[in-house]
């Protein structure tokens, strides 16, 4: 079985640029997070999604960050526009419909210079 | 509010020796706890979980970890450590209504294992 596929693993910007994550879930994990990692630290929940409803956005800056998870499968993550304090890394999980495991996806390493 | 704490940022131990991870976390009701393992450059991955039932759980890669209520703790042990399993280690516990409607985890800042040969 397929884990859970994130694009890019790197991407280096510029301030003020905008950047794009996707993440592609375990087939029939219905839940996805998005997590932000910064260096020396644990995993901070951004958003989460059941099916194509985002239930969970309190966390998420709204003024530069948003997210899409059209037809309740892949999702993608934004930002627009970066400022420096985003170089982090972006983390998908998921999990299954009646599930209580998250499974992780390999993260997008985000540097802005 | 909900927080775990790992008290250790970096343990080195001897390839072989036995190893001790450290989790307190602060929760009202009986948590859902997790251990998560990342390699560099890796996404995290399930050690082991704990519901509810036998307070000793066992994961992969042999692992194990108890949920002492009283201590409000969940440590990570390892009998012998192998040189593979340096990588950061991560608490983390399921916030209010997980497994429900809300499903979030928070975690704590992680543990950096040194494996020394």
């Known amino acids: 079985e397929a884990g859970v596929v994130q694009s890019p693993r790197y991407k280096i910007i510029e301030k003020k640029q905008p950047v794009a994550f996707w993440c592609n879930p375990i087939s029939g994990h219905n839940t996805l997070y998005w997590y932000l990692q910064n260096l020396g630290q644990g995993p901070e929940l951004l958003i989460r999604y059941e099916n194509e409803e985002a239930v969970d956005d309190s966390q998420l800056p709204k003024d530069r960050f948003s997210a899409e998870r059209l037809k309740g499968v892949d999702s993608t993550l934004k930002i627009q526009p970066a400022e420096l304090g985003d170089s982090a890394v972006y983390l998908c999980?998921?999990?299954?419909?009646?599930?209580?495991?998250?499974?992780f996806g390999p993260g997008t390493r985000l540097t802005v210079l | 509010a909900q927080s775990v704490t790992q008290p250790d940022i970096h343990i080195t131990v001897s390839e072989g020796a036995s190893l001790e991870l450290r989790c307190n976390y602060s929760y009202g009701a009986t948590p859902y706890l997790f251990w998560y393992v990342q390699s560099p450059g890796q996404g995290l991955q399930l050690l082991l979980k704990y519901f509810s039932g036998d307070t000793l759980v066992q994961g992969i890669k042999g692992f194990e970890a108890e949920f002492k209520r009283s201590q409000s703790s969940f440590n990570l042990r390892k009998p012998s450590v192998h040189w593979s399993d340096a990588a950061e280690y991560f608490c983390?516990?399921?916030?209010?209504?997980?497994?429900?409607?809300?499903?979030?985890?928070?975690f704590g800042k992680g543990t950096k294992l040194s494996v020394k040969p």
């Open positions: 983390a516990v399921g916030a209010p209504g997980y497994g429900g409607s809300q499903g979030n985890l928070i």
């Open positions: 999980a998921t999990t299954p419909r009646g599930g209580d495991t998250q499974y």
